[in-house]
């Protein structure tokens, strides 16, 4: 899922194209927050890391 949402801004992306990307972060602070406002996971910088690179390269 998450890199089917990051494979669909590929074509909005002019080369050299920078992405900002804004999550939440630290799987271990998971909570109520999260769930009231539709949050899924939180990330480690890693594991975006990994999602980024693959479809990036």
């Not at 602070?29 to 939180?42: E, G, I, P």
């Amino acid at each position: 899922m998450d890199s089917l949402s990051l494979q669909a801004l590929l074509p909005f992306l002019k080369s050299p194209g920078w992405l900002l990307i804004t999550v939440p972060a630290l799987p271990g602070l998971w909570s109520q927050h999260d769930k009231n406002h539709h949050h899924y996971r939180r990330y480690l910088k890693t594991q975006l890391q990994e999602i980024v690179v693959v479809l990036y390269q």
